[in-house]
């Protein structure tokens, strides 16, 4: 399985930006997928999840109502849309897969990774 993120920058506070996730080699019908993110010195955290089929969608608080996560099955790719950007938003996000579909918010859950993708958003 790989997986190909994209559609990272840098952008000002306020704005948006739609990160996507291209997934290959693999059958992804039962998979859970994820979006983490990191910042130097910290622990990867999870942002937001979306079983393959579309639903178990789950978010962080820190974006709940600013980020909408989203699934495109004839393209096998997954989106994260984010609004009103924040500085504290800067990081490396990461998508992941869960292949089991455990649906959980643990990134030690998830058995492909990404290579990630720079966000940063200046104030």
């Known amino acids: 399985v790989q997986l190909q993120a994209s559609g990272g920058g840098l952008v000002q506070a306020g704005e948006s930006l739609r990160l996507s996730c291209a997934a290959s080699g693999g059958t992804f019908s039962t998979y859970t997928m994820g979006w983490f993110r990191q910042t130097p010195g910290k622990e990867r955290e999870f942002v937001a999840r979306i079983n393959w089929g579309g639903g178990g969608i789950e978010y962080d608080d820190s974006v709940k109502g600013r980020f909408t996560i989203s699934i495109d099955n004839a393209k096998n790719t997954v989106y994260l849309q984010m609004n009103s950007l924040k500085p504290e938003d800067t990081a490396v996000y990461y998508c992941?897969?869960?292949?089991?579909?455990?649906?959980?918010?643990?990134?030690?859950?998830?058995?492909?990774w990404g290579q990630g993708t720079q966000v940063t958003v200046s104030s």
């Open positions: 992941a897969a869960d292949r089991h579909g455990y649906g959980l918010a643990l990134a030690y859950e998830y058995d492909y």
